[in-house]
T-cell receptor, first 113, second 110 residues
Framework: EAQVTQNPRYLITVTGKKLTVTCSQNMNHEYMSWYRQDPGLGLRQIYYSMNVEVTDKGDVPEGYKVSRKEKRNFPLILESPSPNQTSLYFC????????????FGSGTQLSVL | GQNIDQPTEMTATEGAIVQINCTYQTSGFNGLFWYQQHAGEAPTFLSYNVLDGLEEKGRFSSFLSRSKGYSYLLLKELQMKDSASYLCAVRDKGTYKYIFGTGTRLKVLA
């Protein structure tokens, strides 16, 4: 089944403790991206990647890192999480079909205490 | 600047037709997308427009006017399961960044 797999689904952590949210897609998509969703603000793009070893900042990259060493994986790294990074995170991928429609993972609800 | 506007909430009756509007301002345009998002779930793709005009897909249609920076999503024969948020998004030409509106929460009443 074609899908984007994100883990974990829920995560509670404390300020300053490094964490990684994993994202993997099995559709051989070149484009992958990360978003955070906050009430009243909608989905905001954090980082995106056009292909392996090619990454670019979205609208809200501060406090986040990404890497794209393999085509299928695009992890999101928070080196030193802070409470303002408490949010719902989505990973998405696109293969160019239908103009580049995005396939989303099921989301990660992160709480930073 | 880049900005997308859509109404925050709409209410409609089962069986009716509803139109959700979206206006946008972007530095470059490479397509407009509509996604549906049920509470607690991920967004799912509904439609895509890159040229002016109407795209119809079953009960859902989407319209685009690039000169006016305007799109709408039309939902016909509303069903209870259509209660969800509808997200308008524009892809920026050149950067391939996606800019999303804040979403329109649609409530369908029996």
């Amino acid at each position: 089944e074609a899908q984007v797999t994100q883990n974990p689904r829920y995560l509670i952590t404390v300020t300053g403790k490094k964490l990684t949210v994993t994202c993997s897609q099995n559709m051989n998509h070149e484009y992958m991206s990360w978003y955070r969703q906050d009430p009243g603000l909608g989905l905001r793009q954090i980082y995106y990647s056009m292909n392996v070893e090619v990454t670019d900042k979205g609208d809200v990259p501060e406090g986040y890192k990404v890497s794209r060493k393999e085509k299928r994986n695009f992890p999101l790294i928070l080196e030193s999480p802070s409470p303002n990074q408490t949010s719902l995170y989505f990973c998405a991928s696109s293969g160019g079909g239908a103009g580049g429609k995005l396939f989303f993972g099921s989301g990660t609800q992160l709480s930073v205490l | 600047g880049q900005n997308i506007d859509q109404p925050t909430e709409m209410t409609a009756t089962e069986g009716a037709i509803v139109q959700i509007n979206c206006t946008y301002q972007t530095s470059g345009f490479n397509g407009l997308f509509w996604y549906q998002q049920h509470a607690g779930e991920a967004p799912t793709f509904l439609s895509y427009n890159v040229l002016d005009g109407l795209e119809e897909k079953g009960r859902f249609s989407s319209f685009l006017s690039r000169s006016k920076g305007y799109s709408y999503l039309l939902l016909k024969e509303l069903q209870m399961k259509d209660s969800a948020s509808y997200l308008c998004a524009v892809r920026d030409k050149g950067t391939y960044k996606y800019i999303f509106g804040t979403g329109t929460r649609l409530k369908v009443l029996a």
